[in-house]
């Protein structure tokens, strides 16, 4: 939209800080733009707090580029990378930033200049030292100047012992946490050390509690109250709150917006105290009861007699039985109420003036932890963690870590590692782990083989030491290999162990194993098979000497679909790439995203540059990958999967795959490519990540339950009260949500939605009304007549767009608060009772003086008016000076306030009920107007990423306005965006690290061990929670399907995978008849399977079938059986009639009706019959093709006319009556059904 000339230039008081003038002027915050999804899960002051940390890597292989990548995306202060080593051809296999112009060159600045890239507001540098000069680096006070040390150090790659062990006691010493991670083949090991003295600030990055005080009273402690840690005859401050809490006894809150005496509380820490009451246990009270939540509303004295009074009823109904025994009774804790533990000085009678208002904000305590070092956890772990919980308790982590310790005495002993697939070294080595082991029996507390039962070491030598020395074995022979998901699950879990340095999140537990032998195939080769190999691929050469030729070859034949190119897809993409995925003749990657590329995606899509914003995501990702490997066959689409794409993605693309790998970011999306797979027996691939939570799935073909077994869903949030909203908000979330809902979305996006229905057919327009609500009905009329009545004005240009904002602004923040204020003081009155009470807070109207417009006021006609100039297609006014030179010209004034006649108020969230006489006479009037010489608008469609559209800062102005009316803390630009933008946290370490083990299971999938026996033992889910330690790190195996319970002899129980084929195009009875005839059932319902709102076949048409109406030659009407009269009722009397009246104009008039039953009875017969005779396909297309949309149609011949098959459920009862299931049916679709 064109802008208006700027008319002056003075100095402005208000709008600081709003983003659409800084997006003309280009002083957008670009930074914290790219970290929008990041903040939203670290908290800004956290995000901040990232800025001091200065990381040094060791190690530019696999897991050092997936460490630095992630950590430079975090926008962490700085990345300095260490790597002399000379670049091989092997390295392109797990570093994506090296290419074969790298070779010969040292791995660290041969990948500079694309970590660079990354992200220009973190610095990264190269460290030029040699290995034993690193330590004396870690001394370093102003690193890349910054100002400030190192912060922390990261090891990925195992260093010879006298260096390693020195870097350790080094940052133990200056205080710089000390990481190392380490890929060794199908093993990996993680250590942790955050020196002698940490402090983790916020253990699980969990928001803390915000809850509204609704009432507080001094309450004497006697007969059932009962408050841990005090005595009968203590008082005590009981607050009320407005929802229900998750505190412990001696959990500490702090107090705010106390009002009046107890203003002074705020900002206060104080410990609090759980509030409960004696029960007797046969009265069996339920807290989730409807009146028990009704009666907690109430006063705690009211609450305590009610409770008093039942517990006196059960206890003399007990003596009066005689009172043997003790009478039973039990502790009930309050939910909704919180003892206050007051300190010395604070006055307990303070608290009996308490009125209204107040917040109890939960305070997360902070957690001093001491660490080891690696010198002594290397020793004295006896059962070193597992990322497998199950392998962790049978001790599995002991070899691991023994094994650590021998490589590092095979160096100090050959000066040397291991060598790849070296025999030798491996047999060496396997004695020098028996070794180390046979010498820490005697150390008290020491890892070596000995019997774990349930986690916890036996003492008793370990069993089968020979399948471990086979461990040991394997171990040495991959020591140097990288499979790439190792690197980027590691490179993700330690890069978020760095960010713990801030104190936020618990750090792992010092040490975390992981083991996968199964992905080794074979151990042991010929050296011919090995050189052939390493000679075709010599890129794969790490990746093959785990995984075997024939996997190798499986790997690069590979026809996968990848739904979704956002952080996922673009983690993914990389994997697949580096693994040589789909690089042979015939095969073919497909990556299919609608999405544009955002500038908040470049913190985690780290295939983006900002040049790429507003380019296609999957286009400009696989022209990356290609880039990395040119053999990549790959494909990139812009198309949604779903129910309107079927004609693309049709049975021959379904059918050609092997895999589908889901990188979505939506249930319903996951659930149709689920169906998918369920209906074409492919496996899929799944993960999900929110913030530092993550999960992952495979879904196994006949083996695991899907995708569509589990109940997630995209609606998860709290619901709160309307009238909360509408009258009583007391917490900024309300003000935002009543901001969106009330505001944004009526006068933004559904009044002009609904002018222009109008405006462009206005008969069209009625009759979709009647299908609203009459309060919807009524807004939407209310709203089109001011949308005209604004053009019956006169010209509609930006001072009409003012007048519009500040029209708005008097009734939402002024008006309708004198309303209410009104209202309720009225009702104060009438009642006798206080009404501003607890949370219902006595609101303020807003300011305005037309010659001097309050500042917040100003911001909010800025974005209300620009939002206007855009529905009306006006020329924006973004200039600040401008503007206010407008608003102050146009001597805009409060319009009078009159009070309002119906002083009725909602106070329990009862809906809004319109005056039907209202509707009637706006209906009336809108349709005697003719729209032909209305002016177009458009509506707003709400984008949380565009600064310069005046969305975010719309809804901002409006939340801080409402806050102020209620006397609520105001919201930030910021928080408004991450709430009212449903903003999903995101992180490029919780990505890459889930993404990691995911393409671990591919390579299995690829290998075919969903193939093989035992093959659920072969695969990993994982639940994975990065913030909260070692102990939510867990992966697992997957669950079998789910097996329904069908109540048929013949098939018991079947699972989603399993379906009826049916072969042939058969006719809908043989259908029927087959279904019957097998299952010995009777079926009531077909049709379509997941629309059983249509239907194909109904048994109900088969016996009207049977039904006879006729007229007898003596003139008797023949109806039979009785159902008849149910589909036409007027046959009744027509039959009665007939048997008493004679021959006349009367009696043909009721012959008449029989005879037109007649032939509608027949008609029915008729249609049925070729329905049932016909094919089931002809009775499909009759029941499922759109009737009067014209595209609609087109589409459904398109899918229909490529589909060779159709999809049905039934509705079936077995020999008993009772309702049973079968398996979605599986029909053939003749290609002659498309007659319409």
């Known amino acids: 939209m064109a802008e208006e000339p700027v008319k002056a230039s003075t100095p402005v008081l208000w709008g600081e800080w709003m983003g659409a003038w800084k997006a003309d002027e280009g002083k957008v915050d670009e930074e914290q733009d790219r970290l929008s999804r990041q903040n939203a899960a670290f908290g800004g002051d956290t995000s901040a707090r990232m800025k001091d940390l200065n990381v040094l890597i060791v190690g530019c292989r696999g897991v050092g580029i997936e460490t630095a990548k992630n950590l430079i995306l975090s926008n962490v202060g700085s990345v300095t990378v260490w790597d002399p080593t000379p670049t091989a051809v092997e390295d392109l296999g797990a570093n994506f930033y090296l290419g074969t112009e790298s070779i010969g060159k040292p791995r660290a600045s041969a990948c500079l200049g694309q970590l660079k890239s990354l992200n220009p507001y973190c610095k990264v540098e190269l460290l030029d030292a040699a290995e034993e000069d690193i330590q004396r680096c870690l001394a370093e006070t102003n690193v890349l100047s910054t100002g400030k040390p190192y912060s922390v150090i ?95 006894d001696g959990d500490v809150i702090a107090l705010d917006d106390m009002r009046g005496d107890l203003s002074a509380y705020n900002g206060k820490q104080l410990k609090v105290r759980r509030f409960g009451v004696l029960s007797p246990t046969d009265a069996k009270v339920d807290l989730s009861d409807v009146s028990t939540k009704e009666l907690l509303k109430s006063s705690t004295g009211e609450v305590l007699a009610n409770f008093s009074k039942q517990h006196e009823h059960w206890k003399a109904e007990f003596e009066a039985k005689g009172g043997e025994g003790k009478f039973k009774q039990r502790e009930i804790t309050l939910f909704n109420r919180l003892c206050l533990v007051l300190e010395d000085g604070m006055v307990l009678e303070q608290w009996a003036s308490y009125r209204s208002g107040g917040l109890v904000n939960s305070v997360k305590p902070a957690i001093p932890k001491e660490y080891e070092s690696l010198e002594r956890t290397l020793v004295h772990t006896a059962n070193p963690q597992m990322l497998d919980q199950e392998s962790w308790h049978a001790g599995e982590g002991c070899w691991v870590h023994i094994a650590l310790e021998a490589a590092l005495r095979f160096f100090d002993a050959k ?124 890129r794969y050469t790490l990746q093959a000497a785990v995984v075997g030729e024939k996997v190798m070859t499986a790997i690069q034949e590979e026809r996968i679909f990848l739904v979704g190119c956002g952080a996922l897809g673009c983690e993914y993409l990389k994997g697949l790439a580096l693994m040589g995925a789909c690089t042979a003749a015939g095969s073919k990657l497909i990556v299919t995203d609608m999405d544009r590329i955002e500038v908040s995606n470049l913190s985690r899509q780290f295939l983006f540059r900002q040049p790429d914003v507003k380019s296609p995501k999957s286009v400009t990702a696989a022209r990356v990958v290609k880039s990395w490997n040119p053999q990549l066959q790959i494909e990139a689409l812009e198309k949604g999967v779903g129910v309107t794409s079927e004609d693309f993605f049709d049975d021959e693309f379904w059918q050609k795959l092997h895999l589908c790998w889901n990188a979505l970011d939506n249930v319903i999306a996951r659930k149709y490519t689920d169906q998918c797979c369920l209906w074409y027996g492919l496996p899929l691939l799944e993960s999900g990540t929110l913030g530092t939570k993550s999960n992952s799935d495979v879904f196994l073909p006949g083996l695991t339950k899907s995708y569509n077994d589990s109940t997630e869903s995209d609606t998860g949030e709290t619901q709160i009260a309307m009238c909360t909203l509408r009258s009583f908000p007391y917490l900024p979330l309300h003000c935002i949500e009543f901001a969106k809902q009330a505001y944004f979305c009526d006068y933004m996006e559904f009044a002009p939605q609904q002018y222009e229905a109008f405006r462009k057919d206005r008969e069209g327009f009625f009759e979709q009304l009647d299908a609203m609500g009459e309060m919807e009905q009524m807004k939407s009329l209310k709203m089109i007549k001011n949308f005209i009545t604004l053009q019956q004005a006169g010209k509609v240009d930006f001072d009409v767009c003012i007048k519009e904002a500040f029209a708005h602004y008097c009734r939402d923040f002024i008006n309708s608060i004198r309303d209410l204020v009104y209202s309720c ?48 297609q006006v020329p924006f006014v973004r200039r600040r000076a401008e503007f206010e030179r407008r608003v102050v010209a146009l001597g805009l004034r409060v319009p009078e306030w009159t009070a309002p006649s119906d002083t009725k108020v909602d106070v329990e969230g009862e809906e809004d009920k319109a005056d039907p006489a209202v509707i009637e006479e706006l209906k009336k009037e809108l349709y005697a107007f003719d729209p032909a010489g209305l002016l177009p608008c458009e509506a707003h469609d709400f984008e949380k990423d565009d600064d310069a559209n005046f969305h975010i800062d719309f809804l901002t102005a409006s939340t801080n306005l409402r806050s102020a009316n209620y006397d609520i803390k105001k919201s930030d630009r910021a928080h408004v965006k991450v709430t009212a933008g449903r903003i999903i946290p995101a992180l490029a370490t919780t990505t890459a690290m889930i993404c990691g083990l995911v393409d671990v299971e591919f390579i299995k999938l690829a290998k075919g061990l969903h193939k093989s026996d035992g093959a659920l033992d072969k695969f990993y889910n994982a639940n994975v929670n990065l913030a909260t330690g070692s102990q939510a790190m867990n992966i697992f195996r997957p669950e079998p399907p789910l097996k329904k319970k069908s109540k048929l002899a013949t098939l018991p129980e079947f699972s989603t995978w399993d379906k009826l084929e049916i072969e042939g195009d058969i006719t809908l009875k043989e259908l029927v008849e087959h279904l019957e005839g097998k299952f010995g059932v009777t079926v009531q319902r077909i049709f379509p399977a997941g629309e059983d709102k249509l239907c194909i076949f109904d048994s109900g048409q088969v016996k009207k079938l049977g039904w006879k109406i006729e007229l007898a030659e003596d003139g008797k009407a023949i109806i039979e059986p009785e159902e008849v009269f149910t589909a036409w009722p007027q046959l009744r009397m027509a039959t009665q009639m007939l048997q008493r009246m004679p021959a006349g104009p009367s009696r043909k008039n009721f012959e008449g009706q029989v005879l037109a039953a007649a032939k509608s009875l027949q008609s029915v017969k008729d249609t049925f019959a070729g329905t049932y005779g016909g094919k089931v396909s002809q009775a499909y297309v009759n029941a499922a093709r759109p009737k009067d949309d014209a595209e609609k149609q087109k589409y459904f011949d398109a899918v229909f006319q490529k589909r060779s098959y159709i999809a049905l459920q039934a509705h079936i009862t077995n020999s008993e009556g009772e309702e049973a299931d079968v398996p979605v049916i599986g029909t053939a679709s003749g290609s002659d059904s498309l007659c319409v």
């Open 825 to 872: 003081d009225q009702m104060e009155k009438s009642s006798g009772k206080p009404f501003w009470t607890g949370t219902k807070r006595r609101p303020i109207e807003a300011k305005w003086d037309p010659k001097s417009p309050p500042a917040e006021a100003m911001e909010y006609l800025y974005a209300t008016a620009n939002c206007y100039a855009a529905i009306w």
């Open 154 to 248: 990261v090891i990925t790659e195992i260093l010879k012992r006298p260096v390693l062990f020195a870097l350790s006691a080094e940052a133990r010493s200056k205080n710089i946490a000390f990481l190392m991670a380490l890929n060794m083949g199908v093993t990996t090991s993680i250590f942790s050390d955050f020196g002698p003295k940490h402090i983790i600030t916020d253990e699980d990055g969990e928001p803390t509690q915000m809850l509204a005080v609704s009432a507080a009273e001094v309450v004497p402690l006697e007969g059932i109250v009962k408050v841990d840690g005090l005595k009968e005859g203590d008082r005590v401050v009981v607050l009320t709150l407005a929802s229900e809490h998750s505190l412990q």
């Open 415 to 538: 000066g040397r590692w291991m060598g790849l697939r070296d025999v030798a070294d491996a047999d060496a080595f396997v004695s020098m782990a028996m070794a180390v082991s046979e010498e820490r029996k005697a150390l008290e507390g020491a890892c070596w083989l000995q019997k774990v039962e349930w986690g916890f070491p036996s003492g008793e030598p370990a069993e089968d030491l020979e399948k471990i020395k086979e461990k040991f074995k394997d171990f040495s022979l991959l020591f140097r290999a990288e499979l790439t998901g190792f690197c980027a699950f590691l490179g993700g879990a330690i890069a978020q162990e760095v960010i713990k340095k801030t104190g936020k999140f618990t750090p792992i537990e010092q040490w975390l194993h992981h083991h996968d032998p199964c992905l080794m195939d074979p151990p042991h080769w010929s050296e011919g098979a090995w050189a052939a190999l390493v000679g075709a691929s010599p």
